[in-house]
């Protein structure tokens, strides 16, 4: 483990301005995406979609990494240039996603423990051939009720957080930057207060477990979700509600020295996510950057609008990705206002 590598990967990746889209869907989610937008998903169309999206004139300008799948980091341009290529060649640092998803987790009905270790060091290794500088291991903390019991269990947030940790401590011996994501999900109709419990035991845990593991803060990244009521409650969360629980939730459990702190967005709302990030940008001077890594409040409208005519709308859509990745890369640094929405291309 190089930590000088790794601190300093960590570092570029949440560096002023600028933030990571994650394009790592599993084939089984963009085929979701691009039924509903109605455009078949097969491996050629999720390749020109996502070529698309990289060669982007100026995106590097907002975008400091993007997160891709296993079949996109084998993946050529239209030109024969490796699709990892394409991004290092404008400076954005390509990553890769390493768990082998959410799955069923034992006598816990309704709640999942992420896989993936077996193989990892050998996967890892062959990552960082074609060119991986970070990557992603997601796992996903449902709230609610089952079979009686309150949920999250105590067995579901060890079991995430051990896996997580050893995730991110054979990823630092690779020297590759370990995203952390403990995804508390927004499903539900659960109040903030209950989200807000979920996190904070969900992120004790994990930092726990990285610290158990060796895992050094200054060369990892969180990816965490922002703390709000769910999609169903009655109650709905205030903008100024959710930057503060969500600060106040990160302030209690994560280490100061950690490098950064990227938001997924969950199901939010496009301009939600963003004014959410901004708000939070604007509380005050925090331990860590707080930036964005999101995969849908970037992509929805751009994939909309290449799935109308995938081979006329390239400019159209490429617009469309500049603009959310501008939008956002101006709330990580608190200057987003809605008013500017007004200028967007769509
Ligand atoms: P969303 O922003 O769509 O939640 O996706 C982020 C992500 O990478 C989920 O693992």
């Not at 999942?112 to 062959?126: C, I, M, P, S, W």
């Not at 640094?333 to 809605?338: E, L, P, T, V």
């Amino acid at each position: 483990m190089e930590i000088n590598i790794l601190a300093q990967t960590a570092k570029a990746m949440v560096s002023a301005g600028k933030g990571i889209i994650a394009a790592d869907e599993s084939s089984g989610t963009c085929k979701k995406r691009f039924d509903a937008v109605g455009v078949e998903c097969t491996e050629e169309t999720r390749r020109q979609y996502r070529t698309m999206m990289f060669e982007t004139p100026g995106i590097e300008q907002y975008i400091s990494g993007v997160i891709l799948y296993d079949e996109t980091i084998r993946q050529k341009a239209s030109d024969g240039t490796p699709i990892a290529d394409v991004l290092s060649k404008k400076g954005i640092l390509p990553g890769i996603k390493v768990d082998t998803g959410a799955k069923d987790l034992a006598l816990h009905p309704n709640e999942k423990v992420t896989e993936g270790l077996d193989g990892l060091r050998e996967r890892l290794a062959e990552y960082k051939t074609l060119g991986a500088k970070f990557a992603k291991w997601r796992a996903v903390i449902t709230i609610g009720e089952s079979a009686g019991r309150r949920i999250p269990s105590e067995a579901c947030i060890f079991a995430n957080a051990h896996a997580i940790a050893r995730y991110a401590a054979l990823c630092q011996e690779a020297d590759i930057v370990p995203i952390i994501e403990p995804e508390v999900l927004i499903d539900g109709d659960h109040t903030i207060e209950q989200c807000f419990e979920a996190a904070e035991t969900t992120l004790e845990e994990v930092f726990e477990e990285l610290n158990h593991q060796g895992v050094a803060p200054e060369g990892a990244i969180l990816k965490a979700s922002m703390v709000i009521a769910g999609k169903k409650a009655a109650k709905q969360s205030s903008v100024e509600e959710v930057a503060d629980q969500t600060l106040r939730v990160l302030n209690a459990t994560v280490p100061k020295n950690l490098a950064g702190i990227v938001f997924l967005s969950g199901g939010q709302g496009d301009e939600q996510a963003t004014a959410h990030l901004n708000k939070m940008n604007q509380s005050g001077k925090q331990p860590w950057p707080l930036s964005f890594s999101y995969s849908r409040a970037i992509q929805n409208p751009v994939l909309k609008k290449w799935a109308e005519n995938p081979k006329a709308n390239v400019k159209a859509a490429q617009d469309i990705l500049l603009s959310r990745s501008k939008m956002n890369s101006l709330a990580s640094q608190g200057k987003y206002s809605d008013e500017l929405e007004k200028e967007r291309p769509y």
